[in-house]
């Protein structure tokens, strides 16, 4: 698909380029790794839409659940670990690399996505908030005091949906106080905070960004609509690329921004390009 980016908006990364003080914010959500074959959320084939034949899948996202049946949500996480780890950045993610690499200490990127593949293709860790984690790692349920841990690199590896977890179970331990190790990722009935999700170096991103780019995600949870809310009334100049309208597209469209109706491959290559100086 072809998407023409506006003459302002080329000159608006253009200014971003030149400028020494000019901030810019990616952000991004599960439509940035569908062009790697990771499904989304709530689209056709989403993670949310096909359920299982016992739990309606969003359960499988709660402490709840993994209180009541830990081995039923490794089972599930180690599947999509498996689906993360089998995938590759695409040209979007690269061309996320390639605006750090062009704006360095003016750069940050919040990601919603907890497959891990911004930092593979390249983004700092430093400058990259998982704000719903990352589903390589682990940590201890019970909050023992051990910092969250890698997997071992082939768990989740071949596994299908509805795999039982067997004998790995004893590699999802906590190694500080042998409880069970839970996934790192932000569930439905728990809150963001900073020190494991970056709640407060997001909101203060938003504060300072001259420019909010939003890439495919649905506005669905609550940290980004924050982020879109604050840089919308400081001013920021908010573009959403996203084959479909939702609420980023409006504030976009709202505070004199741009939507780029299109795919993150299609789009972000071009955007990144004018940053070069
Ligand atoms: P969703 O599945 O809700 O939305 C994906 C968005 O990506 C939709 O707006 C699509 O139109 C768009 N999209 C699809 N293909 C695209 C492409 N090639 N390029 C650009 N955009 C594309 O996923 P998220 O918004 O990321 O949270 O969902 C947000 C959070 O809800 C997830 O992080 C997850 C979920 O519950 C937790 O698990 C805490």
């Known amino acids: ?99 750090e690499r062009a704006l360095g200490d003016r750069f940050c990127l919040i990601t919603q996505n907890v497959d891990g593949l911004h930092l593979i293709a390249g983004n700092s860790q430093a400058r990259t908030y998982e704000i719903h984690g990352n589903i390589d790692f682990v940590r201890c349920d019970v909050d023992c005091g051990r ?28 190694p500080g106080c042998g409880g069970w190790g839970r996934p790192h990722v932000l569930w439905f009935d728990e809150y963001y905070d900073e020190a494991h999700f970056r709640f407060d170096s997001s909101r203060r991103a938003a ?22 809310a604050i840089a919308l009334q400081k001013g920021a100049l908010i573009v959403d690329i996203n084959p479909e309208p939702n609420p980023f597209s409006q504030m976009a469209l709202a505070g004199g921004g741009s939507f780029l109706r299109g795919s993150g491959g299609d789009v972000l290559p071009e955007l990144a390009s004018l940053l070069r100086r």
């Open 147 to 174: 910092t969250p841990w890698r997997l071992d690199d082939d768990l989740g590896r071949g596994f299908v949906r509805g795999d039982s977890v067997g004998a790995d179970v004893a590699r999802l331990r906590c």
């Open 1 to 99: 698909m072809s998407v023409t980016v506006p003459v302002e908006l080329r000159r608006a990364f253009a200014e971003l380029a030149q400028s020494a003080r000019a901030r810019l914010v990616v952000m991004t959500g599960a439509g940035i790794s569908a062009e790697s074959g990771i499904p989304t959320f709530r689209g056709k084939d989403g993670y949310w839409t096909i359920g299982s034949a016992e739990y309606h899948p969003q359960e499988m996202a709660t402490h709840a659940m993994f209180a009541r049946e830990p081995e039923a949500v490794w089972s599930w996480y180690l599947y999509r670990r498996g689906v993360c780890r089998a995938a590759e950045p695409n040209v979007g993610h690269d061309a996320v690399v390639e605006m």
């Open 207 to 228: 504060v300072a960004a001259d420019v909010l780019l939003v890439v495919g995600t649905s506005g669905a949870t609550n940290l980004p609509m924050q982020v879109g």
